[in-house]
């Protein structure tokens, strides 16, 4: 097993037929993900090598079967394409475009809520579920299959410590990358159920950062609901308050949101908190050998 | 929305020139990007020309900081505007609640304070409703929350009125917070916003040119300022170790483990995904244009990034601007291998090569701390 993203995927890719969409489409494919349609207004009936194009995303997921989309549209049409990938059907949205204005992500959010689709992002690297599927900007090579679920609201900073993981021979049931926005379809929360209800899952990291009360959230969710033991980084604890750093949810309002309040709300749940990504993965193999 | 009329000035005559045409008493006031201007000593009442001329010059040049330390932000502007009669102050806000996913109306009779005193002293008194997304805001729902936040009854309607306007604005303006602190009662009976603070979403600037334009260039700070022309995103901080990184996420870890060994960051500096040379040597170019930055850390975990393109940007850059400080490189991930070895071949002065992300940060404390 793993979770978001597995071996049933069948994949369509908005905004495919961009510089950015290509690349990580055809990177995609590549590492075996089924990728069954792009969908670019207007190109319909052309292929990127090979991987047909249609107008809409309801053509694509009527004639392709696609049950995932993944986002790659530029931010001020993103939401719109999220709407049309819920109203298309899939079970699955991953919107990777940053910079989509939050108030169009409210109405969204709810949407994706009342249909039951499961939204990843905006502002996300997407999903990785080693050895099956890729969907997003996730480099592969630094992850291996493995029992340690990822959820994180930062990119680089995952693949960081998934490289330590794996420098330790550990690997990855899933990684995911809820994303750095304030409005994020799939929250901490939503991630650690599936990866408590996935057989393959053994422990979980959890990489949070600055901005929002999501982290704390999540503690009070993993003390009443997780039973699999979560290790968990979270950065920015030398951030000034009131500045955005570099994602638009990562900043600290007033007195809210800072890195010394989710640490201090994790570990009173009993939630262990690395002081670097190195000490996270050391502890996260250390509570696997355990 | 009913406010105080008013004026701009820039200077101190045109101060005394606003406070002469808008009579005594007037309120002088500073016009800076934070809110808690007043305790900061930015608001002050003047009763007579002397005592404009005396707020002006005080105020004008005025460094403030937020209540959460914030800034500081210097005062170039003032805004001078009639003195109001006040028989109550009220809190309103609008904010994006970030955890609900919804808009969060807040009232109370308790203005003048901010938002956590009131809710620390009397919980009860701060009247919270979320906006259900199907339904809106309207006049109905404005009208209850006056009532359950016991608006004087001769207000209610106004402070509604008032509510159901700054929603609209919070929509149109793409806002995530909107804050009229305090929203007054006159004493003639009138319902006035005396002061506010509104925040928009970055991501939506694009939709409000208008808007736009007030973001305050000359208040920022000139490493700020250039980072922001040229496109970098970049964060000021007061220490002496410049520091560059790829990814949001990893650029603040980095931060963390430099302070962590006794380091003090100069700034935040991600240099984003697929960065290419062109990007490298605008970043180091704004890093080292800090006179205060003594060694400079670059932290790179090449994923999408390859570290190829940054060991060739750090090459250009050395060979383009006058660095005049030591580089400290760790480069992990993707073309790790070629992107070192061209480093090693370019023999660059002052370079010096770290494996781990907490070997660099040990090694850039210990080089700057001997500078």
Redesign the interface.
């Known amino acids: 097993m793993s979770i978001i993203v597995g071996d049933d995927a069948k994949l369509v890719i908005s905004g495919l037929t961009g510089r950015e969409g290509t690349f990580h489409g055809l990177r995609n494919r590549d590492y075996g993900t089924d990728v069954v349609a792009g969908v670019t207004p207007k190109k319909g009936g052309q292929d990127v090598e090979g991987i047909p194009v249609f107008d809409t995303i309801a053509e694509a997921a009527a004639e392709k079967g696609a049950n995932t989309s993944m986002i790659f549209v530029p931010?001020?049409f993103a939401a719109a394409a999220i709407n049309e990938a819920i109203d298309a059907g899939v079970a699955t949205v991953i919107a990777i475009t940053e910079?989509?204005?939050?108030?169009?992500m409210?109405?969204t959010?709810?949407k994706a809520r009342e249909r039951g689709v499961r939204l990843i992002g905006p502002n996300c690297p997407g999903v990785l579920s080693p050895g099956k599927a890729n969907v997003g900007?996730?480099?592969a090579?630094?992850f291996d299959p493995g029992p340690i679920g990822v959820v994180?609201?930062?990119?680089?900073?995952?693949?960081?410590i998934g490289?330590e993981l794996k420098q330790a021979g550990q690997g990855n049931s899933s990684i995911v990358g809820i994303g750095?926005d304030?409005?994020v379809g799939s929250d901490f929360i939503d991630v650690l159920d599936l990866y408590e209800a996935d057989d393959e899952t053994e422990m979980i990291v959890m990489?949070g950062?600055?901005?929002?009360?999501?982290e704390e959230?999540a503690a009070e969710h993993i003390a009443a609901s997780i039973s699999k033991p979560v290790v968990a980084?979270i950065?920015?604890?030398?951030?000034?308050?009131?500045?955005?750093?570099?994602?638009?949810?990562?900043i600290?309002s007033?007195?809210s949101g800072t890195?010394e309040a989710k640490k201090e709300a994790l570990e009173a749940k009993g939630v262990r908190v690395g002081?670097?990504?190195?000490e996270t993965a050391q502890i996260a193999v250390e509570v696997l050998g355990s | 929305m009913p406010v105080p009329s008013g004026k701009h000035a820039k200077t101190i005559e045109e101060a005394v020139a606003a406070a002469e045409e808008i009579g005594y008493p007037c309120v002088v006031k500073a016009q800076v990007h934070i809110g808690g201007r007043g305790k900061a000593g930015g608001i002050k009442v003047a009763e007579d020309r002397d005592e404009a001329e005396q707020h002006a010059s005080a105020i004008l040049g005025m460094q403030i900081t937020g209540p959460h330390g914030e800034g500081p932000f210097e005062v170039h502007e003032l805004w001078i505007e009639e003195a109001s009669k006040i028989d109550a102050e009220y809190y309103a806000s609008i904010i994006l609640d970030r955890s609900a996913k919804k808009l969060l109306v807040m009232l109370s009779t308790m203005g003048g304070m901010n938002v956590e005193e009131i809710a620390d002293k009397d919980p009860d008194a701060l009247v919270r409703r979320h906006v259900e997304p199907a339904e809106g805001f309207g006049p109905e729902q404005a009208a209850q929350i006056a009532a359950d936040a016991g608006v004087d009854e001769d207000a209610r309607a106004e402070t509604a009125e008032m509510l159901v306007k700054l929603y609209t604005a919070f929509n149109e303006l793409d806002a995530t917070l909107i804050e009229v602190n305090p929203l007054v009662v006159t004493s003639d009976r009138r319902v006035v916003a005396l002061d506010s603070k509104t925040t928009i979403d970055n991501s939506a600037l694009y939709r409000h040119e208008d808007v736009a334009g007030f973001e305050e260039l000359s208040a920022m700070d000139p490493q700020e300022r250039m980072a922001k022309e040229k496109g970098l995103t970049y964060v000021k901080l007061d220490g002496d170790i410049g520091i560059l990184a790829n990814g949001a996420g990893l650029c603040m870890s980095t931060l963390d483990v430099v302070a962590q060994a006794g380091g003090d960051p100069a700034n935040f500096l991600d240099a984003g995904g697929g960065s290419k040379a062109d990007a490298i040597v605008a970043a180091l170019e704004v890093i080292t244009s800090d006179e205060k930055v003594k060694a400079i850390l670059f932290n790179i975990f090449g994923g999408i990034t390859r570290c190829d393109e940054i060991a060739k940007g750090i090459i250009e850059a050395a060979g383009r601007i006058d660095l005049g400080v030591p580089l400290i490189v760790r480069l992990d991930g993707t073309n790790s291998e070629e992107g070192l070895g061209l480093l090693a071949d370019a023999t660059l002065p002052d370079l010096h090569i770290e494996k781990t992300m907490l070997g660099a940060a040990a090694k850039v404390v210990e080089v700057a701390s001997q500078r």
């Open positions: 931010a001020r910079g989509i204005p939050v108030h169009d409210i109405g959010y709810w900007i996730i480099p090579q630094f994180s609201k930062s990119g680089t900073l995952t693949y960081q490289n750095g304030p409005i990489v950062e600055i901005g929002g009360d999501a959230r980084y950065a920015g604890f030398t951030a000034p308050p009131g500045k955005q750093m570099g994602h638009a949810g990562a600290i007033g007195s890195a002081k670097s990504p190195t």
